[in-house]
């Protein structure tokens, strides 16, 4: 059985529209092949009030490693292709999203052949650096400002002290629109990291989420549809292989970076 592909969404900046970027990701790849999205935010999970989804089995319910056969077991059901492992229900239960069990829900996944595509929080707690260790891809949505592209050359030095290949970390310029006085071009120019491409900002979109109707808002044929199979296109369907992936987790990303995750949410 082939291995599914991994794609992590991780800003450090939040209000750039990441989890509704990867929802849309994951459902574009859901229209050709079995996909899990995750929701690797413990601080503010918002995957189940955005997809209208039940909230178990989710995150805290996974059992460890878990055989391709069981997989949809512990899973919710989104659309024939597309399921949710959601993140902690409540916000005092936010410890059982750990390294440990990020590492072995993607493990598992991928092994069962599924295309796996996680939203994760904005800080770099044990959970959020498992799921980039473990990534094929991490996509970094910016918005076209100062603020929000700031902090890429941060992560660009600090990358080599967390041993993240920086060769599978690509830019999506997100809510996209004319006026504005930096455009895709400037961002290319300024980011350290690939500019993978760009998703426009629609109005038509965010109303139709407001009303409940994501797939209205998400859809094939719609302009954010069309941008994120662009996206994809750019890395899914590339000639060029992902990053080789880290040591196995066994040798320990987190304790490689004990000094400063020896806890969570460090």
């Not at 189940?48 to 878990?66: D, E, F, H, M, Y």
């Not at 808002?217 to 750019?234: D, E, F, H, W, Y």
Request: proline letters at 8%; glycine letters at 8%; hydrophobic letters at 50%.
């Amino acid at each position: 059985m082939a291995k599914g592909l991994v794609i992590a969404l991780w800003s450090p900046k939040g209000g750039v529209g990441k989890t509704l970027l990867a929802v849309a990701v994951a459902l574009r790849l859901s229209e050709r092949h079995r996909t899990a999205i995750i929701d690797g935010n413990a601080d503010n999970p918002d995957l189940v009030t955005l997809l209208q989804s039940a909230g178990l089995p989710n995150i805290g319910t996974w059992p460890g490693r878990v055989a391709p056969e069981e997989i949809e077991n512990h899973l919710v059901r989104w659309a024939s292709r597309l399921f949710v492992l959601p993140g902690p229900a409540r916000f005092i239960d936010e410890a059982v999203l750990s390294g440990e069990a990020m590492e072995a829900a993607v493990r598992s996944l991928a092994d069962a052949g599924m295309h796996v595509v996680v939203d994760l929080c904005t800080g770099l707690r044990d959970s959020t650096l498992v799921a980039l260790d473990l990534a094929d891809w991490v996509l970094m949505p910016v918005t076209p400002d100062l603020l929000a592209l700031t902090p890429l050359k941060r992560i660009a030095r600090e990358l080599d002290f967390l041993r993240l290949p920086a060769g599978k970390f690509r830019i999506v310029v997100n809510r996209v629109s004319e006026g504005q006085e930096i455009g895709t071009a400037d961002i290319r120019e300024l980011s350290p990291f690939p500019v993978v491409g760009e998703v426009p900002s629609c109005r038509q979109a965010a109303q139709a989420i407001n009303r409940g109707d994501l797939q209205a808002a998400l859809a094939a044929s719609t302009p954010v549809g069309k941008a994120a199979a662009a996206l994809l296109r750019g890395i899914v369907e590339t000639d060029a292989a992902p990053q080789p992936a880290a040591p196995p987790f066994g040798a320990g990303l987190l304790s490689r970076l004990w000094p400063i995750a020896g806890r969570e949410g460090a």
